[in-house]
């Protein structure tokens, strides 16, 4: 089955150093995968997509991830967190047979002053 | 383009009652989705429509629930006879045909439910 696995529930970082929030996915051929966040309550916002075009992806707030292929990881980065960032983070990959969305199961990303 | 619109935001019950979401997609997209996602957990598919058709059910979606898009625009979510384990977050989303074209699944703010 397709699926996402994000390795941790939650990271802490100091404001101003690197995030690094770590996803890996089932192999697939041509995955589609994103990475969305979602701050409490609220509903959940794009941060950058990945659909088979270059493997560096960029995307808002500074974001960005590398497609692995050779990995099946999709590693979302961001070179100086911002309190701002403190927030849920979900990688998702869109299955190749309906197109509806597998959600892993979320990173919570605390950033200390 | 105003985004994805969900009424009511916030909605307490008593167990054994009926509730009805509503979702307003991004006006040109063709597919409707509807996920539940509980505290601490990542969003779970339960029914998508492209335009009026309901393409796809999921297990998690028990009788009870109905989910419609009469005219291929609005959706809404029905819950009848409400019980503690269906207090949750309601998401909607919209997109473009598929997915793995590149379109993009944009999603509203979500209704709570809470079943007291």
């Known amino acids: 089955a397709q699926s996402v696995t994000q390795l941790d529930s939650h990271v802490s970082v100091s404001e101003g150093t690197p995030v690094l929030l770590r996803c890996n996915y089932s192999s697939s051929y041509s995955p589609s995968l994103f990475w969305y966040v979602q701050h409490p309550n609220k509903g959940l916002q794009l941060l950058l997509k990945y659909t088979s075009a270059a493997t560096l992806v960029k995307g808002i707030n500074g974001f960005e991830a590398e497609f692995k292929k050779s990995e099946t990881s999709f590693h979302l980065t961001k070179p100086s967190a911002h309190m701002s960032d403190a927030a849920e983070y979900f990688c998702v990959r869109a299955s190749s047979n309906t197109g509806k969305l597998i959600f892993g199961q979320g990173t919570t990303l605390q950033v200390k002053p | 383009d105003t985004g994805v619109s969900q009424n009511p935001r916030h909605k307490i019950t008593k167990r054994g009652q009926n509730v009805t979401f509503r979702c307003d997609p991004i006006s040109e997209h063709n597919r409707l989705y509807w996920y539940r996602q509980t505290l601490g957990q990542g969003p779970e598919f339960l029914t998508y429509?492209?335009?009026?058709?309901?393409?796809?059910k999921s297990r998690l979606l028990s009788d009870r629930f109905s989910a419609e898009r009469p005219k291929g625009s609005f959706s809404t979510l029905e819950i009848q006879r409400t019980e503690q384990g269906d207090s949750a977050m309601y998401l909607c989303?919209?997109?473009?045909?598929?997915?793995?074209?590149?379109?993009?699944?944009?999603f509203g703010e979500g209704s709570w439910l809470t079943v007291v």
């Open positions: 989303a919209s997109s473009l045909a598929l997915l793995n074209s590149g379109n993009t699944i944009y």
């Open positions: 429509f492209q335009n009026e058709a309901q393409l796809e």
